[in-house]
């Protein structure tokens, strides 16, 4: 597999190791999640949907931070991750999938991002993810961009609950066909026209091992942010920090062992 | 223009302000150059080159590091730049073109890296590239990922000379019909083919000011460089790292003010 | 000279090399800053005040953000600084003196906060500061701590002026005698008893070159700040988050070349 | 309890909270640890001890990499630590102590540090450490210094064991009369002279829980550094990597529930 630059030969990532081979993810990484769910309003979320995209059952956002360890394609590094998910279907020309929408992505570290957004047509941007703040029953996850906080996200009365898997209806966006994506990579020198343009889908992986569930209650807060606090990034926190809270949802704090790698990630039409 | 996430509307970036105007970079960003070149063994970097290119001339590699600053699309904020380039030739079926073969360039900030790799077809990555440690006329500059220093430019015996424009024949790598890139985007679900594969054309730009340039010695090191210490970057140090040095060359160090939003970038065929 | 740990020997540091001997200070570091005046009530400074001083003057506070490059000490590298000062008079059994009390000062780097305290007296402390935003006659610099933005430094109108040495009447606090501090060292075990207290003062030092001098209009933003978010500082953010700005006074950028090792330092009794 | 800026009230740290009340550390932090012994020179270790001290039976080096989380006093936060201990015995006027030394302790947040120099007495500087890399029952961990790394630990064939307290003989350096010391704060204006300058004692704890105990092979690698390369630091690391490895002894990981907040730390005369 090759991503840029092209000419050192083929680039090792989360997919292929440096002998061409796939990783081993059946124990590892392992990943530590706190998410937070809520109503929102159906006209809201209908403007973030792109093309072929619609929105299906109850306007429900889920926002989850993710810690990710021991990865064994980074070496036994690890990253962070914080998504925003809401359930959508996609009708296209030949393929039909309903299931949670990635909308956006924040990841911690550029090489994954690279690879996520050119091999899976995720929508990863990056920004910096403090580790949690872990006050016994209390989690506090937070995101910034060179200083500036724009999300805060805090769970509070967690308590433990039996391990399960799927953890919880909403975990991890598997409902449905898979988790949905949109593909977007720009045409070089004609400005506005589209190179790759197409949905993608996450089909659902097998079973990671939960070993912790905790619910509780929780808060997401999307902080006001200006062209120049976030000079690339405003407009997504903007309508983010938009969406009115009708009400709260689910939330919960787990701990599982093993992924996927993605590989069965693929285009829709 | 868009870019990944597709849903939340245009994304702003070099090319294109809040207000979908392009920026004035008439007098910003300014920008700190320093860079060294050195002659290398023909064979070693033609097995660099992605298909269709050719090497041009002398096998003369620069190695350039940046500090941009005042960057107005970044509303004032700056970063980094480090860039491997040599000249080579682009045989298309429709275009043909000769300049300086940009192989690879890291930067330490994830926003450029994504507009750079997905609108121009710049072959971006991302490393720690911490300031430059200047010593009156020694300067020394690095680079290193998660802790670990993969190259080190080393400055010396640098004297005044009079700014020109272009300052040095090399510098900038304009020399020809510009500078060359390679664009690939890999084709979800279909591992190994490719959603984008084709060459770029960065035209040469009008005169930015230089405001200082001084002359002198110099040298670059890049340290050999396992899967673990960068597990998807060693192929690409290890293969600078093998590049003989059979001769140095020039080398510099610039201030300059003023520079293009590359808004000219096209694609060649 | 020695700082812990005691036992690998003396510690090289910015009145001291690794040749013990003391560093040329006269062309080198490059110092940029911005800083901002206002008059508050004298009643909220008064508190801020150590045994001993006393206000000296009108209530006007200087927030100055500093970034230094090309430190000798620190073989070419640099930090940033953000300091908080305003008028005292140190009335000691022995020495009296008059000038400028440096209240705070963070530093983004611990080598010369470690120094900075111990040799000096200096009241440092660490926080993120990114590198200032300058766009044309605006400058925006911030300062964070774990991503937690808790001060805004904005210059607006900034005009080119004549450099001068003193540049301006409160420029870098040399006004009087000196700027002065407050050491403070806790005794082990014996729990809120001091092993170090006494003032401690900075001679007025030679002048370093004047390079750029530009005068505008600016305000400093301290912002509300918890216990969570800053568990070791929220109590000096607030004390600065609630002082009244009764007027905005001078404002004023510089870029400056030499400086002092401060070598001059002396203890107050 | 006080600490610079003294201004500004009482300062809340490791063993003060915001209303002035101790936390409770019975259940957190989480400590992982990972540590590495090796036998060495007598001779070696003899020029790196303080006044007052000796070597105390074999000159065994641990050198342990720890990352600190759900740390209650940084609310939930947390850092990681690199330390280099060895048996010593303190021999003083008043008193006698045999213990584990300190020789140097590396933290990665400046705020513990501070608090840990002033007010116990350790010898803490600053460096990055990244997260470890985990591979199954592989382990490595890396210091870096501004990009220049320093120092890595690597821990191979960790085989599960079974807890207990204390996990392992040399584990925590809590033999004998607990943990050793030299406190050392220059005096302003006096260079050379001392303000403070005596030996602390850290007593040994009550058992914090060790969830997991696994014990393998291990090996620390400290590299060759300059005064370019660390301006503060190098002749630290130097003494490090001067360090025979005559044979290595215990590597071990742990994680444990529950720490200490140091309190009992106190002066040796």
Known sequence: MYRMPYGFGPTAGPRQGPDYKRFDCSNAPHRWQAAVSFLTDRNHLDRLLPPGFALAGDPIVTVEFR???ELPWLAGRGYSILKVNFPAAYNGKRDKAV?????????NLADPILSGREELGFAKLWCELPPPRIMGDRVTCTASWLGHEFAILELTDLAE????????PGLGGQAGDGTLHYKYIPQTG???????AHACLTPPTGGPTVERLRLGTGRVNFRPTTWEQMPT????VQALCA???????????????GDSDLSQQRALV
Do not use: T
């Open 67 to 69: 810690v990710l360890s």
């Open 99 to 107: 299931g949670s929408f990635c909308s956006v992505l924040w990841e």
């Open 161 to 168: 609950a039996e391990p399960r898997n799927p953890a919880f």
């Open 190 to 196: 004609e400005w506005g026209k589209a190179a790759v």
């Open 233 to 236: 990034q405003f407009h997504i």
């Open 243 to 257: 969406l009115p809270i009708l009400e709260q949802r689910e939330a919960w704090c787990v701990e599982i062992r």
